[in-house]
């Protein structure tokens, strides 16, 4: 399956877009699925990027943004086979849409702020806390939306963090400055000049910019000037050890915002661009960041202020880091993933010449071994279990098959009061590809839209650690150990209006 994503980097645009498509771009390619990025601007450590991570990069001659861009994309797109068409930038707007819907493919859009006048792509996506579906009142009947940061999107690097707590000192030491890919007004530079302002024995800095930031150079010789424990970092790959070695951040609210959250690191932000205001804002409300405002209102003295008294107060800081880590959770790829993979793929019911497909399944290796019963299956028993599922009317049994007709697994609902117990497998020749949580998602809206079906429990051996993760990520809430057939089990359950 391909994936073709039409985005742009540049001083003025920045960096942000590409390095959110990056991480779907990744959650795609570890599916095990193919990812092409087309760009139209010059950004060659960003192309750089990409290709060491094993993406094909195609340079498009044309204006970003206008018609025969788009009409390019799609071609291109067709010639690839793409399975979904990804755009992301403010200068693409509804004509750009109505020209790749045009040509038969699927697009998922991904948008801040509502900027287009009319939206007619597959899928939606906001990742930002300020999303709200007023935003898309002009978007055609099958628009679906993805909105807010349950679908944030962070990169791979950030991915083995998942969990991670975050020590409070008593008296912070350790500050890092990102403001931003690009940083066209070269805020980075008022904001370091000034840090011998901030009168704290022990205190060092760490400043990350972007490879499309125009002001290395000059950065380079201010620091070098300066008579303060810091280290300028550019277009670095481990984001998260730097976060997590900081005790606060100087940041703008920009995609990295999602960033600092997951990683729990209390922040002052500015706002560098009118997008950002409502991120700042609303994350300042929920008592996670110290918001200064627009950039050019903000003094020097004011930020070093600012830094100043956060650095000393450790239950402000501690309050702001369990509010961010609250608020992202790092599953956002994956759940935008199982979105796009739910298009592919769809469920029939269990037919009478699926027996002898479903014998084989269960008797898989992989699949006995979480079982809890390892023992192989007859084929006489499996026949006599078969026929009593399939005239039973508390039994729903579907098979999920892909576009080309070809089962990939099966999921099974024994229902009884209002409660359905699930069972679940993927054929092994589709494991490890993300179809599990997508599977069961589907399945059960499904079913909760067309029986009266109240809450879906399922039982999983404590070691079925691939099926715990698929539920968990289809949204089934873990209600601790319970026995099953004398054996542990792991009850996860979703009740009708929790499902996502």
């Known amino acids: ?82 399975n979904w068409v990804v755009v992301d930038g403010y200068h693409f707007g509804a004509k750009y849409q109505e020209i790749i819907k045009e040509s038969e493919l699927k697009l998922l859009f991904i948008d801040d702020y509502g900027h287009a006048d009319h939206y007619c792509a597959d899928i939606i996506l906001n990742q930002n806390i300020s999303a709200h579906e007023g935003l898309y009142i002009n978007r055609e009947p099958y628009t679906q939306l993805l909105l807010g940061i349950d679908y944030g999107l962070l990169r791979r690097e950030f991915w083995q963090w998942q969990g991670w707590k975050r020590e409070t000192l008593t008296v912070a030491q350790k500050l890092l400055i990102t403001l931003g890919g690009s940083d066209p007004d070269n805020v980075t530079l008022n904001v370091i000049q000034e840090l011998h302002l901030i009168e704290l024995e022990g205190l060092e800095a760490v400043v990350v910019i972007g490879a499309s930031n125009p002001h290395y150079e000059q950065l380079e010789l201010t620091i070098q000037k300066l008579q303060f424990p810091i280290r300028l970092e550019r277009n670095v790959k481990n984001m998260p050890d730097l976060m997590a070695w900081a005790d606060v951040a100087i940041a703008a609210a920009g995609s990295t915002s999602w960033e600092l959250a997951f990683m729990g690191l209390p922040s002052v932000m500015l706002i560098l661009a009118d997008n950002q205001r409502a991120i700042a804002e609303k994350l300042e409300a929920m008592g996670v960041v110290v918001n200064l405002g627009w950039h050019e209102n903000v003094s020097a003295v004011e930020i070093a202020s600012e830094v100043a008294q956060l650095v000393i107060a450790t239950g402000r800081r501690e309050k702001m880091t369990r509010c961010s880590q609250e608020l992202v959770d790092g599953e956002g790829s994956s759940r935008v993933l199982s979105h796009l993979k739910d298009k592919f793929f769809q469920l029939r019911s269990v037919q009478q010449n699926d027996c002898q497909l479903l014998w084989e399944w269960s008797n898989a290796p992989e699949i006995r071994a979480v079982s809890f019963s390892s023992k192989s299956i007859l084929w006489e028993d499996h026949v006599q279990w078969f026929k009593s599922k399939l005239i039973n009317p508390n039994c729903i049994f579907y098979i999920a098959i892909n576009k080309n007709n070809v089962p990939i697994g099966q999921i099974r609902y024994d229902i009884e009061n209002y409660e359905a117990i699930v069972s679940m497998s993927i054929d092994p020749n589709f494991r490890n590809q993300d179809y599990g949580s997508s ?60 499902l996502g």
């Open 1 to 82: 399956m391909k994936l073709f994503i039409r985005v742009d980097a540049s001083t003025q645009i920045g960096t942000g877009h590409v390095m959110r498509c990056l991480a779907l771009a990744q959650a795609w390619q570890d599916a095990g699925d193919q990812v092409i990025f087309v760009v139209a601007t010059e950004a060659p450590d960003l192309k750089t990027r990409l290709k060491s991570e094993g993406m094909e990069v195609i340079q498009l001659p044309i204006q970003g943004g206008i018609a025969e861009d788009a009409k390019e994309t799609a071609k291109l797109a067709r010639q690839f086979n793409a």
């Open 439 to 498: 599977l069961i998602k589907l399945a059960c809206k499904k079913l909760f839209s067309e029986l009266d079906v109240n809450r879906i429990n399922a039982y999983i051996k404590p070691s079925n650690q691939a099926s715990i993760r698929a539920f968990s990520k289809a949204g089934f809430q873990s209600m601790g150990i319970t026995t099953v057939q004398g054996n542990q089990a792991i009850l996860l359950i979703i009740d009708k209006y929790k």
